[in-house]
């Protein structure tokens, strides 16, 4: 008989009652172990997170940045990476030679600049770089301490080739424009920051530049940096810096930031998946971000540039098996986790929520979007596509003048009329 059944009787023997209360200790000590190993498994993993600091700075919006020694960051975990010896500097720039002074020349200011949060309580020393502390609530929001830091499986935009299953079992919805059908030494794009709002916490609205290569099956890698609110992630609604890269469809390997061994920082002043301020406002001031990653002909490895400023570091070349030679597809725009968690198509804006024929100060936008060829030059995109899986929902327009070069608007608010 149960244990329920002995301890609901109205007459007991004390055969039913010893029963029953080894039933609750069992229960009781399994729960307790069970709470026990994973407090272990949260410790073990901050541990690994958080290297130890030189300085730690408290920012406005709660987080705390800690500036690690250039070599003690998370990177230098991986196996391959022991003995590695950091290149402090790419070899070529898109264009030619890497010329630092040209790179690190302090633009003009400007109205609409761009800063990170943290940045008003601090910088970080010379030979650190700046890491945002992984707190223990962080860890306990994801789905499992192992899944922490790391995206769901199947969350490329498939172009031509959607196939309506694949749409609704990763639940994302993309607005993008891509290219294809050549080989791709990297991209460029001025991306408009918004603030879009989020509907559940497990959503995530981001913007951002997809460096693919591989088929869209098990294999695919991917180099992936914009901003993204991500509550999930990182217990807020503030909008942030990230990066991504996979090399198995994101079964395996890969994580966001500095989340995993892989990626090597070099810049002391940005850090990845801090806050960025200010964000743009309907009908009022735009403020956009420019991301640059491109590889390196000489070493292989692909690097990452923020704004004009800030060459920010690398993914090592080996960690890639089809992006060790070259891209065969690039995307630039929106996506959305879409739960339809009360059977409705989520209300979670992307870009600004808006639709892309609003146009400038309402519509959110990428600009100025490029490729960089064999001959590691920035050049325009050719045969530029677009693509979403539902346009009633978010949309993409493209264009192109002399300002902006190609360009394209993009997002929507989710659930509407036409987007029950």
């Not at 994973?38 to 690994?48: A, F, I, P, S, Y």
């Not at 993204?228 to 807020?236: A, F, H, I, K």
């Not at 993914?315 to 030679?325: E, R, T, V």
Request: a neutral charge; charged letters at 20%; proline letters at 5%.
């Amino acid at each position: 008989m149960g244990v329920g059944h002995f301890c609901s009787g109205m007459t007991w023997t004390s055969f039913a009652v010893i029963f029953c209360l080894c039933g609750l200790i069992s229960l009781s000590s399994a729960a307790r172990l069970s709470a026990s190993r994973q407090k272990l498994d949260v410790q073990q993993h901050l541990k690994r997170f958080n290297k130890p600091a030189v300085k730690s700075i408290k920012s406005p919006d709660g987080d705390i940045i800690d500036c690690v020694h250039i070599s003690h960051q998370p990177a230098f975990d991986h196996p391959f990476l022991k003995d590695h010896k950091i290149q402090m500097r790419p070899t070529y720039h898109p264009e030619g030679l890497f010329d630092e002074n040209k790179v690190s020349e302090k633009p003009k200011e400007r109205s609409n600049s761009i800063t990170q949060m943290w940045h008003l309580n601090g910088r970080c020393p010379e030979d650190t770089i700046p890491v945002r502390r992984t707190k223990k609530d962080d860890v306990l929001r994801a789905s499992s301490v192992k899944r922490y830091g790391r995206k769901k499986h199947r969350t490329i935009p498939k172009p031509r080739s959607a196939d309506p299953d694949l749409v609704n079992e990763s639940g994302h919805q993309h607005a993008i424009a891509y290219v294809e059908g050549d080989k791709y030494y990297g991209a460029k794009a001025t991306i408009n920051v918004w603030e879009p709002k989020i509907q559940q916490p497990n959503e995530f609205s981001l913007s951002q530049l997809w460096i693919l290569g591989g088929s869209f099956g098990q294999d695919l890698n991917s180099i992936e940096a914009g901003w993204q609110v991500s509550p999930d992630l990182y217990g807020d609604n503030n909008t942030r810096l990230f990066t991504y890269w996979t090399s198995d469809a994101y079964q395996a390997t890969g994580c966001y930031n500095l989340l995993c061994s892989g990626f090597i920082q070099i810049n002391s002043q940005i850090a990845m998946g801090a806050s960025i301020s200010p964000v743009s406002g309907y009908r009022n001031s735009q403020y956009d971000i420019s991301i640059l990653v491109w590889k390196d002909p000489k070493e292989g490895h692909w690097w990452m540039q923020f704004g004009n400023d800030y060459v920010l570091g690398y993914w090592p070349a080996f960690l890639f098996s089809y992006l060790a030679d070259s891209a065969s597809m690039i995307e630039w725009g929106g996506e959305v986790v879409n739960s339809e968690s009360d059977g409705q198509h989520t209300s979670t804006q992307m870009g600004s929520g808006r639709f892309p024929e609003e146009g400038f100060g309402k519509a959110s936008y990428f600009r100025n979007i490029q490729v960089v060829d064999d001959s590691n030059n920035l050049k325009a995109p050719k045969g530029i596509g677009t693509f979403t899986e539902k346009s009633n929902c978010y949309d993409v327009q493209t264009g192109s003048n002399g300002d902006w070069g190609h360009y394209f608007y993009y997002g929507g608010p989710g659930r509407n009329p036409n987007c029950p």
